[in-house]
């Protein structure tokens, strides 16, 4: 089966500009998550879809950051104004709804903002 | 290509010999603890899960172990190749397929 695709793999920005990262899960999988994963550090999550509604959001900063998932499919998350600590790798991962623990992810988009 | 292992603990083992990650965890309700692992410039990638209520689960030349009484996971790896090298994440599940990363070990094979 296809993997998590994700683009762009390589991303360089000036602070307070604004990015879009996109992500397409697995086909058929309900559950997809964004991860921050900041160099040396395990990923950490910023938003959890279960189809397009959000189950949760708690941990993103939601003054900068924002997410959507259209019709349940593909998702983009977006950044703006982008800050310095923004710098990190975005990932993307999805898992299918039947209490499988496995979420696959894709290979992730690196951040750097300058 | 980027390194993940920066700054995180390192474990370094002999190709050939067996290979232990050791993780604590926080969640006393977590149903599931996964272990990832992570090579550098990719994804994490799924390696084996054990559910709360067993403490040992074994899989093709890895185990898993689960103490609840001290909150920890274990990751064993036998025979230890060079192609194991990368960093491992233990990972808990738990609340409506919710998944938390632990902190992360490198782990370096010799030749």
């Known amino acids: 089966e296809a993997g998590v695709a994700q683009s762009p793999r390589y991303k360089i920005i000036e602070k307070r500009q604004s990015v879009a990262f996109w992500c397409n899960p697995i086909?058929?999988?309900?559950?997809l998550y964004w991860y921050q994963q900041i160099l040396g550090q395990g990923p950490k999550l910023l938003i959890q879809?279960?189809?397009?509604?959000?189950?949760?959001d708690s941990q993103l900063p939601k003054d900068r950051f924002s997410a959507e998932r259209l019709k349940g499919v593909d998702s983009t998350l977006k950044i703006q104004p982008a800050k310095l600590e923004d710098s990190a790798v975005y990932l993307c991962?999805?898992?299918?709804?039947?209490?499988?623990?496995?979420?696959?992810f894709g290979q992730g988009t690196r951040l750097t903002v300058v | 290509g980027e390194s993940v292992g920066l700054h995180l603990p390192t474990l370094s083992v002999q190709e050939g010999d067996n290979s232990i990650i050791n993780c604590a965890y926080s969640?006393?309700?977590?149903?599931?603890f996964i272990w990832y692992k992570q090579e550098s410039g990719k994804g994490p990638q799924f390696i084996i899960d054990?559910?709360?209520?067993?403490d040992k689960r074994q899989g093709q030349r890895v185990t898993v172990l689960l103490n609840k009484t001290v909150k920890h996971l274990s990751l064993q790896i036998a025979a230890t190749q060079p192609g194991d090298s990368a960093v491992y994440f233990c990972?808990?599940?738990?609340?409506?397929?919710?998944?938390?990363f632990g902190t992360g070990t490198k782990l370096q094979v010799i030749p």
């Open positions: 991962a999805s898992s299918s709804i039947r209490g499988r623990t496995e979420a696959f």
């Open positions: 054990i559910r709360s209520n067993m």
């Open positions: 086909s058929g999988h309900a559950t």
């Open positions: 990972a808990e599940n738990w609340g409506y397929q919710k998944v938390t």
């Open positions: 879809f279960q189809n397009n509604g959000v189950v949760d």
């Open positions: 969640n006393s309700a977590s149903d599931y």
